[in-house]
């Protein structure tokens, strides 16, 4: 079952300015990860926040949590014609027993830079 | 370079008959997973294998199987397709972690998926 929703469904932006995408889920989370996918892709793990950190920071993205809202962001400063994807955030739950994690993914942000 | 691959990158299949997808890794992970992505859709998974482990989820029908002979590689077999079976699927590995304090999560790895079309 869906864990949670982004939104924007769809962002389009000019080239240089900066991107943001919400991200909201329902339940506990042991962590939350962003990813990213090309059209027709695979998807690429951009960044990991843990249930007890606030912010992180890789590059030109920025990733908060907020676990009492259950919302994560992503910021993307300084867009490029190559950050042209989807995004989505996928949540992890505690885990009862030891194992591999399970991924519940958003429905997705298709973002557009435009040159 | 250590990856995961998924051959072939597009299949296309006839309604009813079966059709196997491969994924492969040299990553050297413990756990593999295979999840399916319809168009403008979330990925969601199917199943995953830790170690030799098969789990699957609740809601994936009885129509998808898996095996996984070695850690190197592992299959999705589609025994009787479906039109509502064409997607994307997509193959991931993650190295072993996850305890109940949680400290060991980490990423997972994506291969560049198999495009199957039921004709």
């Known amino acids: 079952s869906q864990q949670g929703e982004e939104d924007p469904q769809a962002l389009s932006i000019q080239e240089g300015e900066n991107a943001t995408m919400n991200c909201s889920y329902k339940?506990?989370?042991?962590?939350l990860q962003w990813y990213r996918q090309n059209s027709g892709r695979g998807l690429v793990h951009l960044i990991l926040?843990?249930?007890?950190?606030r912010e992180k920071h890789s590059g030109r993205l920025r990733v908060t949590l907020d676990t009492s809202k259950k919302s994560s962001s992503l910021l993307i400063t300084a867009s490029r014609a190559a950050d042209t994807a989807s995004y989505f955030c996928a949540t992890v739950r505690n885990p009862r027993i030891q194992g591999a994690q399970k991924l519940v993914f958003g429905q997705g942000t298709r973002l557009t830079i435009n040159p | 370079d250590a990856m995961v691959i998924q051959n072939p990158r597009y299949q296309v299949t006839q309604f009813g008959k079966p059709v196997t997808l491969s994924c492969s890794q040299t990553l050297n992970h413990n756990v593999m997973y295979w999840y399916q992505q319809k168009s403008s859709q979330a990925p969601k998974l199917l199943f995953h294998y830790y170690d030799k482990d098969f789990n699957n989820e609740a809601d994936t029908p009885d129509n998808f199987q898996s095996r996984r002979p070695n850690t190197s590689f592992c299959f999705l077999d589609i025994r009787s397709p479906g039109l509502g079976d064409a997607a994307m699927y997509l193959c991931?590995?993650?190295?072993?972690?996850?305890?109940?304090?949680?400290?060991?999560?980490?990423?997972?790895?994506f291969g560049p998926g198999t495009r199957l079309t039921v004709l």
């Open positions: 991931a590995t993650s190295a072993r972690g996850g305890s109940p304090s949680g400290k060991a999560y980490n990423e997972q790895f």
């Open positions: 926040i843990r249930s007890n950190e």
């Open positions: 339940t506990s989370i042991n962590n």
